[in-house]
């Protein structure tokens, strides 16, 4: 029975080291020398909490960023964090939207955030002849 509860316990996260810590803190993406995406991140009684704040970007027809604007001085909150060990999924109210993103550790100070496109977006999206993003790449301040 206690080998049992020590593995519910490590399953749900609340043994050990939860991914939270290594994801926690600043972590900025640059098109151009310009910050077009801020996303802060910590972790608070062993859940993740957040903001973030991105510029307005444009993709080429594969994907990659062509242009983006300075990110807004302001955060926008974030909600819906779900840790998946070596990357954490998140959600971003964006007026009447909700924009899911996932953001991938690729070591302890860089890492990518890859937006996560329902059938509905992508369809509209192709529908207008603009490709899914490619990941963002975020380095740690």
Known sequence: ?????????L??????QSVA?????????QFEGRTFLRLELKSVNGSI????????????KQGALRSAKEAP??????VDFVDHGSSVAF???D????????????????AELRFLLSNE???????DGVPAPKPIALTRQ
């Not at 029975?1 to 316990?9: E, Y």
């Not at 810590?21 to 993406?29: H, I, K, M, N």
């Not at 001085?73 to 974030?78: A, E, G, I, Y």
């Not at 007026?95 to 996932?102: R, Y």
């Open 91 to 93: 959600a971003r109210k």
């Open 73 to 78: 001085r302001d955060l926008t909150p974030m």
């Open 49 to 60: 909490t957040g903001g973030m704040s991105i510029g307005d970007i444009e993709v080429d």
């Open 11 to 16: 399953a749900s996260g609340t043994a050990g």
């Open 121 to 127: 977006d992508r369809e509209a999206l192709a529908a």
């Open 21 to 29: 810590p290594s994801v926690a803190g600043s972590w900025t993406g």
């Open 95 to 110: 007026g009447d939207d909700t924009d899911h993103f996932e953001l991938r550790l690729i070591d302890a100070s860089h």
């Open 1 to 9: 029975m206690k080998t049992l509860a020590l593995v519910l316990m």
